[in-house]
């Protein structure tokens, strides 16, 4: 079992900066990677990024790359999604999850957050 909480949410102004993050609980070291998804209202969730716990590969969506970038503290079993030059079409809950492969299909994932809400005003 593994618990996962996001935080640091909230809301910013276009071109503003927002860190997420997701602190694991439990056994998140039996999981290869945690991903970040977000869901805007009446859209499908959707992939952001990921991260591995053992050496820190990432992969990002296209729309994100070279805006977020991704850092883990494994000490703290925390990741953390540092987001810049955020637009309002970012805004959307943020949710991480922790799966066997860095993938952006969600369905690789095991154990969900709870989400945090970040909106980006224009």
Known sequence: QVQLVESGGGLVQAGGSLRLSCAASGRPFNYHAVGWFRQAPGKEREFVAAITWSDGSTYYES???GRFSLSRDNAKNTVYLQMNSLKPEDTAVYYCATGRSMSHYAAFYD????????????
């Open 63 to 65: 729309s994100v790359k």
């Open 111 to 122: 154990y969900w957050g709870q989400g945090t809400q970040v909106t980006v005003s224009s």
